[in-house]
């Protein structure tokens, strides 16, 4: 189920994006800088994922995340943007955000409207929401990425 080059560890801050995830969509994305996207291992095709993800070694929350060029809105630059499924009181730039990506979803659609994205986006969580509750993938929340502090780099499994 988990795909190429999956799970996948990353580590970074997070940056400014084009500021469209709450304001447009009501789906905030905690965007990457651009050194981590370039570390994505180079078979992780772009499309939508979705794991597990932390805020400065806090608890371990699911995730979605979408990885590419946005076709709807064409963006130039490649990027990776995760939506965390829990409420944060506010603004969470410039924390340390870690994910692991255990799945794929979908390759990324050019939506006809922005109705469209958002319920696509929308299907997205529900959708990961319970794929996340088997056993296999459940058990990355508890991973020693999440509590130890080693490097991405080397942890494959
Ligand atoms: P930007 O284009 O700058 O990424 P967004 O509209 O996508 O702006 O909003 C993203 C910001 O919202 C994140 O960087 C983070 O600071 C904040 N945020 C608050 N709650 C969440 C959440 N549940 N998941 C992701 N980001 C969140
Ligand atoms: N943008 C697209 O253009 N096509 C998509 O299929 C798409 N799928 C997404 C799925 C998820 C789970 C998330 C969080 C975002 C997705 N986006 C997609 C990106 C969306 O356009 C982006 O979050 C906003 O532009 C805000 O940066
Ligand atoms: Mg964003």
Redesign the pocket.
């Known amino acids: 189920m988990s795909g190429k080059g999956l799970p996948h560890f990353a580590v970074g801050r ?1 940056v ?8 447009e969509l009501g789906i ?4 990457y800088s651009p050194d981590v996207v370039e570390n994505l291992p180079k078979n992780v095709d772009t499309g939508v994922y979705f794991g597990w993800a932390s805020i400065d070694r806090g608890d371990v929350h699911k995730m979605v995340m979408s990885i590419g060029w946005n076709p709807f809105y064409q963006n130039s630059q490649k990027s990776m ?8 009181p ?4 410039g ?1 340390e955000l870690r994910v692991v990506i255990v799945g794929f979803l979908r390759p990324e659609v050019n939506f006809d409207s922005l109705e469209d994205l958002i319920k696509g986006i929308n299907g997205d969580i529900e959708n990961a929401e319970k794929l996340l509750e088997n056993a296999d993938l459940a058990a990355y929340r508890t991973h020693k990425f999440f509590t130890e502090p080693i490097d991405p780099a080397q942890l494959t499994s």
């Open positions: 997070i400014k994006g084009f500021g469209r995830g709450s304001k905030p994305t905690a965007n943007e995760t939506h965390i499924m829990h409420k944060f506010g603004d969470l730039y924390a």
